[in-house]
């Protein structure tokens, strides 16, 4: 046991009548006692430091946790050019729950962390860690975001209920925690990037990959078959177009999150519903799909008139509503236009 002056989560975030996400109530206190077990184990609060977290035992982080597993998704989510790396850390001696290879539950003590560095500057890393057992329960996750100074030799706990805007002297925000919450918790698991799709392919050199977390002894259910084991249906541009929109808007439009009951897509890849491009809950939500929304009415996606398809009046847009994605970015994402509008022309 080892104390340090953290943030106590005081109330947890919470949806409005109006789906709006409230802010957490966030109040400093000294000498709070953490639970540590090398980069895994139970907090009892959010740490005020990166270090503290359990990542890297220096300021700079240049001295990572051997237990902390470097992974990288093949469907990238888009941040306004921002690089990013990924680490997840179990407790030992856990896996985790993956009887629904959709949805995986991870254990009690799991952190995760994300990297972002925006031209070349590293400004933020966020933290999550699972504090109890069921994921639906309010705090059951524990959410932080940590600025990076100029000098590149520390990160420490960012404004918590404000984020903060162009950090580091770049163009990038950081989110609040209620932000955070709002993606997130769009999911069961309440963990992006880090599930079937996301990693059943060849991962680079030194990044984890499903085959390599099936030989971690890592998931309690481990898929059968070879890499890929979920292949995507049909050709290049349908599988780069169905992966974009399963990272970048799936986590919010899936049947498990409080959106589907206002906005019934489903933008996230299933395991099980990839016979044909037609089977999959993107084609099927989407094609020839009269949607509202916004102000704007129209086929969802209509290769007769792609200019008018409301999936890509929406990813257009320079403002929100109604642009899509609603929060985490500034900076259009022309490739994805460019993308999804070749692949809306090619259906």
Known sequence: MR??????????????DDGAVQPIDARPVADVPIQQEGCAGVLSAVPDTLAGTGLCSDGPCANVAAEA?????QFELYSDTATKR???????????????????????????????????????????????????????????AYEWNSAQDAATL?????GVQNANGTQHDIPSRSQCRRCHEGLPSRVLGFGAMSLDYAAPDGTMDLDDAI???????????TTPRFALPGQDLDHRALG???????????????????????LRLETTKLTTLQATPTYATT????????????KIVD??????????????????PPRMPEIGIEMQDTAADTLLESWIDSL
């Open 3 to 16: 104390s340090t002056r953290v943030i106590v989560l005081a109330v947890a975030a919470a949806c409005g």
């Open 158 to 162: 960012a404004n918590p209920t404000a």
């Open 86 to 144: 990924r680490w997840i850390c179990l407790p030992p001696g856990t896996n985790i729950d993956t009887s629904n290879m959709e949805y995986w539950k991870f254990p009690v003590g799991t952190r995760v962390w994300k990297e972002f560095t925006r031209d070349g500057t590293r400004v933020e890393t966020r933290f999550i860690t699972k504090v109890m057992e069921d994921d639906l329960a309010p705090g059951s996750w524990l959410f932080a």
């Open 287 to 298: 094609y020839d799909v009269n949607g509202t929304r916004n102000g704007l009415t129209g």
């Open 244 to 266: 974009y929109l399963h990272a970048n808007c799936g986590h919010c439009h899936n049947p498990e999150s409080a959106t589907h009951d206002s906005t019934p897509l489903a």
């Open 303 to 320: 290769p007769a008139n792609t200019d008018n398809s409301v999936l890509l009046v929406r990813l257009r847009a320079t403002q929100s």
């Open 69 to 73: 597993t470097l992974y990288a998704p």
């Open 215 to 225: 030989a971690a002894n890592m998931l309690s259910t481990a898929p059968s078959g």
